[in-house]
C-alpha cells in the first residue's frame, strides 16, 4: 500500500491538538498530489507505525478529513480521497510551500504605497517635533485610574453602542472645552486619536470630485486622509502668521472655474504645523468670512492646545463659529502620548449623526477602558496638575534650546529663528541645505524634519529649515544632539 511522506512541523511542541495535525498533513498531502482522487490512503495501522502514534488518532485525523469533505470511508475496504474535493484543481498541481510567499494578484483599490514613517524614537537624539517626553507620563497614577475602571465597570457602556464616547468621558471633555477653550453647545465625538476624526470626516465630505484647502506647509498624515476619498489638495500661500486669506479667496475661485471645488478647509491655527505660528484673529476672522460666504467647512486641528508659554492660548475659531462650519480635532497624543490614541471631534450637532453612523462602520467605538480611565483621571484633577507640571517643563526646554541656538546663530551656523509662543517644536532657518543636514543626522544617529517633508508642493522647497522639537528631550540631550548636529556634522 502507498505511503505518504507526511511533514508534521513541531509534533512535540505543537499548539494544535495532535489529530489536528496529522489531518492537516494528510490534507497537505492530498493538495500536493500525493494521493489522488479516488485512490486509497494507507491504513489507520499504517500511518500510526509511520507517526509513531495509536490507532485512533489517526481514526480521529480521518473523522476530521471525512467531516472537511478531504476524504471518504468505505465500509471494510478503508478511506480514500473524495472525488470532488474542497479546492479547484489547479490548486491540486500547485505545490505548497509554506515558507514563501504566494503572488496572489491583490486588485488593490486604494493607494497603499508605502508611507516613508521614520520611527524616530529608534534614534538616539530624537527632535521629532510633536513629540511629549513620554518618560515624564505618571504611570502608576494612572494606573490606579486603569483599575478602577476594572474594578468599578460601567457594564451597560462595555457592550455595543453608545459609538460617540463613554459618556462620562464626553462629560469630562465637553467641561474642560468649556473651561479652559471656551468652546460650548457642541456634540462631543470620541476617536482613535486625530487621523480616525480626519478619516471619518474624508469619508463622509470629500469625493473625487472636490478640493481641500490647506497651508501650503502642513500635517500630511491628514492630507493622506483627504486624497484617499480622492479629493485633491490645494496649496494656500503662507507667511510668518500663517495661512493669507487672499490667497484662499483666490484658490476657491480658480477651483470653481475647473469644476474640482474647495468643500473643506484644513488649518492649524494655534500652533501652524509645523512652524508653530499662530493665526492672528484679523486673519481667523477673515478667513471663517470666506468659509462662511462659499459655505466651506473648516477643519481646526488644535493637536498641543495646553503647551502656549507666552500667555493665555487665543480660543480656538470653534469657540466663535455662528455658522456651525468649523469642525474642531483635538487629541490625547500629546498630553499623554500617541499610543493612546485618544482624540475628540467637537461638532455642531447638525454634523454629529453621520460622524457616529459612519464611525460604527470602522470600529464601533472607542477601547471603554481606556476612555473610563482617562474620564477618572480628568475628574480627579491629576490629568491638569500633569498638564501644568509638563507646561512648565516644556517652557524650560523650549528657551534652553533657544540659547543654544543662539550660540550656533554667533557660529553662523543658524541664519534665524523665532522662539515661538507655544507648540513643542522650533521652525529653524539655518545657513546650508536643510535636506542634506537631515540625511547626515539620521547617519549620525539623529532624527530630525526638515522642510520639504512639509510642504504640499514639494518643488517650493527653498531648502534651508529644519524643525527641532524640544519637548520630549531633556536639557542635556539637546545640548549634546546640536553639539553633534551642528559642530560634527557641518564641520
Ligand atoms: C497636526 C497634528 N494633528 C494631529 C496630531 C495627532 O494625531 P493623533 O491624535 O492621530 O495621534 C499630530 C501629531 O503629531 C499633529 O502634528
Redesign the pocket.
Known amino acids: 500500500m502507498k505511503t505518504l511522506n507526511l511533514t508534521i512541523e513541531n509534533l512535540e511542541h505543537r499548539k494544535t491538538k495532535k489529530y489536528l495535525a496529522i489531518s492537516q498533513a494528510i490534507r497537505d498531502a492530498i493538495k500536493q498530489g500525493q494521493v489522488k482522487t479516488l485512490e486509497q490512503l494507507p491504513s489507520a495501522r499504517q500511518l500510526a507505525n509511520q507517526l509513531n502514534t495509536n490507532r485512533h488518532t489517526i481514526m480521529a485525523a480521518f473523522n476530521e478529513l471525512i467531516a472537511q469533505g478531504w476524504i471518504i470511508s468505505k465500509e471494510r475496504q478503508g478511506y480514500f480521497v473524495a472525488n470532488d474535493l474542497p479546492v479547484n484543481s489547479s490548486q491540486l498541481t500547485t505545490p505548497i510551500n509554506t515558507n514563501s510567499p504566494t503572488d496572489f494578484p491583490w486588485r488593490f483599490t486604494k493607494n497603499t504605497d508605502p508611507v516613508p514613517i521614520q520611527t524616530a524614537s529608534n534614534y538616539r537624539f530624537n527632535f521629532a517635533?510633536?513629540t511629549p517626553d513620554i518618560n515624564l507620563f505618571p504611570f502608576n497614577e494612572f494606573k490606579s485610574y486603569i483599575n478602577d475602571a476594572f474594578n468599578r465597570p460601567n457594564i451597560n457602556e462595555l457592550n455595543y453602542g453608545n459609538t460617540a464616547g463613554f459618556s462620562p468621558l464626553i462629560e469630562q471633555v465637553n467641561e474642560y472645552l468649556r473651561r479652559i477653550r471656551a468652546i460650548k453647545n457642541r456634540e462631543i465625538v470620541i476617536t482613535?486619536?486625530?487621523?480616525?476624526a480626519?478619516y471619518i470626516l474624508s469619508q463622509i465630505l470629500l469625493s473625487p470630485h472636490s478640493s481641500v484647502a490647506t497651508e501650503a506647509m502642513?500635517?500630511s498624515?491628514?492630507w493622506r486622509s483627504f486624497t484617499s476619498s480622492g479629493a485633491a489638495m490645494v496649496s494656500i500661500e503662507q507667511d510668518e502668521h500663517g495661512m493669507i486669506p487672499l490667497a484662499l479667496e483666490t484658490a476657491i475661485k480658480k477651483q470653481l472655474t475647473i469644476n474640482k471645488p474647495i468643500t473643506l478647509i484644513y488649518l492649524?491655527p494655534l500652533h501652524q504645523?509645523p512652524t508653530t505660528v499662530t493665526l492672528p484673529v484679523n486673519r481667523r476672522h477673515a478667513i471663517y468670512r470666506i468659509a462662511s460666504h462659499y459655505k466651506i467647512a473648516i477643519i481646526e486641528?488644535d493637536?498641543?492646545h495646553e503647551y502656549h508659554y507666552k500667555c493665555q492660548p487665543l480660543a480656538p475659531m470653534a469657540s466663535d463659529d455662528p455658522n456651525g462650519l468649523v469642525i474642531y480635532?483635538s487629541?490625547?497624543?500629546?498630553v499623554m502620548f500617541?499610543g493612546a490614541?485618544?482624540?475628540f471631534m467637537a461638532l455642531d450637532s447638525t454634523l454629529c449623526n453621520a460622524v457616529v453612523n459612519y464611525k460604527t462602520i470602522i470600529n464601533h467605538k472607542v477601547s471603554v477602558p481606556m476612555q473610563d480611565a482617562i474620564s477618572r483621571w480628568m475628574k480627579s484633577g491629576d490629568f491638569e496638575r500633569y498638564l501644568r507640571k509638563t507646561t512648565k517643563i516644556y517652557q524650560q526646554r523650549r528657551d534652553f534650546m533657544a540659547q543654544q541656538l543662539n550660540y550656533y546663530k554667533q557660529q553662523k551656523i543658524v541664519k534665524s529663528f523665532t522662539i515661538p509662543d507655544g507648540g513643542m517644536a522650533m521652525w529653524v532657518e539655518i545657513n546650508s541645505s536643510a535636506q542634506q543636514l537631515a540625511e547626515r543626522a539620521l547617519n549620525n544617529d539623529i532624527f530630525i524634519q526638515q522642510e520639504s517633508q512639509f510642504l504640499v508642493d514639494k518643488t517650493k522647497s527653498s531648502d534651508r529649515f529644519i524643525r527641532l522639537g524640544f519637548a520630549g528631550m531633556s536639557a542635556s540631550d539637546i545640548e549634546l544632539g546640536l553639539q553633534r548636529l551642528f559642530k560634527k556634522i557641518n564641520a
Not at 192 to 196: K, V
Not at 331 to 334: D, E, I, L
Open positions: 517635533g510633536g482613535n486619536g486625530s487621523q480616525e480626519l502642513g500635517y498624515p491628514a492649524t504645523y486641528d493637536y498641543d480635532l487629541t490625547f497624543s500629546k500617541p490614541r485618544i482624540g
